[in-house]
């Protein structure tokens, strides 16, 4: 089944101590990305990922770090969350190449105390 | 101001009617314009992309976009209680995509 997996699903944890979040597609997608979703705000992309080495920033990536050593993972690192970090998130994938549709994972509901 | 608005929900419309939702986008160089559809705990499911001026018809669902008005329009026709959901316009400017806050949509049986 084609899809996008995220891991964890659901995090709690404490300012500070850091985490990744797991993300992987079994589509062959060239593009990935991640978005975080707050109520009132709607979607806003952290970071995009273009090809496999080649990311960029979206509109909030402060705070944020991402990595794409192979075409299939793109996790989303917090070094140090912050309480206003605590969000959903949800990575993309899609197939690039001047197609933009993306395809969204399940998310992760994320608490940072 | 945001980069992609969307007109402001809840909608509510009874079932069997057309539902009618607009959206418009500040940046003049976007690109590609899509809709999706989010049930409430759920990710967003891609329902309609739209890349040129005109109609764009799938089953009961009709894009519309006009560039000069920086305008994205979505038709549901014949609303079912299923479609009740969240809908998110988005508008694509190469890889960066910006979405919308989104229109609840609610289908009363």
């Known amino acids: 089944e084609a899809q996008v997996t995220q891991n964890p699903r659901y995090l709690i944890t404490v300012t500070g101590k850091k985490l990744t979040v797991t993300c992987s597609q079994n589509?062959?997608?060239?593009?990935m990305s991640w978005y975080r979703q707050d109520p009132g705000l709607g979607l806003r992309q952290i970071y995009y990922?273009?090809?496999?080495?080649?990311?960029d920033k979206g509109d909030v990536p402060e705070g944020y770090k991402v990595s794409r050593k192979e075409k299939r993972n793109f996790p989303l690192i917090l070094e140090s969350p912050s309480p206003n970090q605590t969000s959903l998130y949800f990575c993309?994938?899609?197939?690039?190449?001047?197609?933009?549709?993306?395809?969204f994972g399940p998310g992760t509901r994320l608490t940072v105390t | 101001q945001k980069e992609v608005e969307q007109n402001s929900g809840p909608l509510s419309v009874p079932e069997g009617a057309i539902a009618s939702l607009n959206c418009t986008y500040s940046?003049?160089?976007?690109?590609?314009f899509f809709w999706y559809r989010q049930y409430s705990g759920k990710s967003p499911e891609l329902i309609m992309s739209?890349?040129?001026?005109g109609d764009k018809e799938d089953g009961r669902f009709t894009a519309q976009l006009n560039k000069a008005s920086q305008y994205v329009s979505l038709l549901i026709r014949d609303s079912q209680p299923s479609d009740s959901a969240t809908y998110l316009c988005?508008?694509?400017?190469?890889?960066?995509?910006?979405f919308g806050a989104g229109t609840t949509v609610t289908v009363r049986a």
């Open positions: 993309a994938s899609g197939v690039g190449g001047g197609r933009y549709e993306q395809y």
């Open positions: 589509m062959n997608h060239e593009y």
């Open positions: 990922s273009m090809n496999v080495e080649v990311t």
């Open positions: 940046d003049r160089v976007s690109q590609s």
């Open positions: 739209i890349y040129s001026n």
């Open positions: 988005a508008a694509s400017n190469d890889y960066k995509l910006s």
